[in-house]
């Protein structure tokens, strides 16, 4: 007998996921979903989506308690990756769902890895009556499946189901990608300064359309050509816990990813001069100050300074003095998605 009966109290299925920040990035695709490259990433902690899912008699999606439409720009995306979601289960049950992210909506951190993943295991849990990620991976859902359900709402929300340091492989077809746990997150105590807007800023180009503008770059192939040996690097730098050189290479790749952008057809920027001033001043704080601190930065307004957690700080204060229109989050590396289960109307996270 199913727990969520009429005659019993409706149970709500809450999932956690994490968001991350790519040092090696995932941009541009050789089909519906499949990478063009392998993109290796670091899974947040504090920046996390929290998403719960019941069973109700139409599909209905809340972010940040507002209602969203079918066809609203983050509505789309959410309610066509519900779709797709409910018939690989083969399951009719209509779901309303409530979502937040602990950051703030649209100020230059994605929200879409966290989103979508959190949105694939409370869905997924609440039509199979799973309770927590053991039960959801009996159901037949592990990890890898789960992390392979989210990648179809959004590329980089299959690397926010490992935890530490995750590489996403792109394999030799659509199949075969898959994504893996490089370092676990108490390996190394890593930290990201996020540095964003305050305020929403709209993007004028999605990053979904910016991965198809990638290849119209001269740069594109240069970049595909070099992978092979920037992969190996990466993981060097990674096993030997050798910062340095890590961050050397979170840099470059940065500035690669800003070029290939700036030289697609029409060019793509999601940094406002502000920004290129603190990618500047990050470089200035380790020649000048000897502070271990390296810039990257994503499809969204925002910079992420990758630093060992203790210095962490010192990097949030030297910001905050220098630039003055900016919120400042100090995020380290986390862990592994959170699911469980109540009888609905209990809302506490
Ligand atoms: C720049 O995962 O948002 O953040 O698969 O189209 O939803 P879709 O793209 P998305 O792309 C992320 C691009 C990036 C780099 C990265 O996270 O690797």
Redesign the pocket.
């Known amino acids: 007998m199913p727990k969520n009966s009429s005659q019993q109290p409706k149970i709500q299925y809450v999932a956690n996921a994490p968001s991350?920040?790519?040092f090696l990035?995932?941009?541009g695709?050789d089909g519906k979903?499949w990478a063009s490259n392998d993109?290796i990433?670091m899974t947040l902690s504090k920046c996390e989506t929290i998403t719960q899912a019941t069973d109700s008699s139409d599909d209905r999606v809340y972010l940040h308690g507002e209602y969203l439409n079918t066809d609203s720009k983050h509505g789309r995306k959410i309610y066509r990756h519900l779709q797709f979601l409910r018939t690989i289960v083969g399951v009719e049950q209509a779901l309303e769902i409530h979502s937040h992210n602990t950051f703030p909506l649209a100020c230059g951190i994605?929200s879409?890895?966290s989103g979508?993943a959190a949105l694939t295991i409370a869905a997924l849990a609440c039509w199979t009556r799973s309770s927590n990620l053991t039960e959801l991976a009996a159901a037949g859902y592990p990890l890898a499946k789960l992390a392979a359900l989210a990648?179809q709402?959004?590329?980089?929300?299959c690397?926010s189901f490992w935890g530490g340091i995750v590489q996403w492989e792109r394999g030799d077809s659509p199949a075969t990608q898959r994504t893996y746990q490089l370092m676990p997150a108490n390996d190394w105590q890593l930290a990201d300064v996020i540095v964003c807007a305050q305020s929403p800023v709209s993007k004028d180009i999605s990053?979904?359309a910016?991965?198809a503008l990638a290849q119209t770059s001269p740069l594109f192939t240069v970049r595909r050509q070099g992978m092979p040996e920037k992969i190996k690097h990466f993981r060097q730098a990674l096993q030997q816990h050798d910062f340095v050189q890590l961050g050397m290479l979170i840099e470059a790749e940065a500035l690669e990813?800003i070029q290939v952008m700036a030289t697609s057809t029409p060019p793509l920027s999601y940094l406002t001069q502000d920004l290129y001033d603190l990618l500047a001043f990050v470089r200035a704080c380790r020649q000048r100050d000897n502070l271990p601190a390296y810039f990257t930065v994503?499809?969204g307004a925002a910079v992420h300074i990758i630093c060992v957690a203790d210095v962490a700080e010192q990097i949030r204060q030297k910001i905050q003095r220098n630039f003055h229109n900016f919120m400042i989050i100090v995020d380290k590396i986390g862990a592994v998605p959170r699911l469980h289960s109540r009888p609905a109307g209990q809302d506490s996270n």
């Open positions: 991350n920040i790519a990035k995932y941009w695709k979903q993109s990433s994605a879409s890895a979508m990648r709402g959004s590329g980089s929300a690397r990053s979904s910016g991965h990813f994503d499809a």
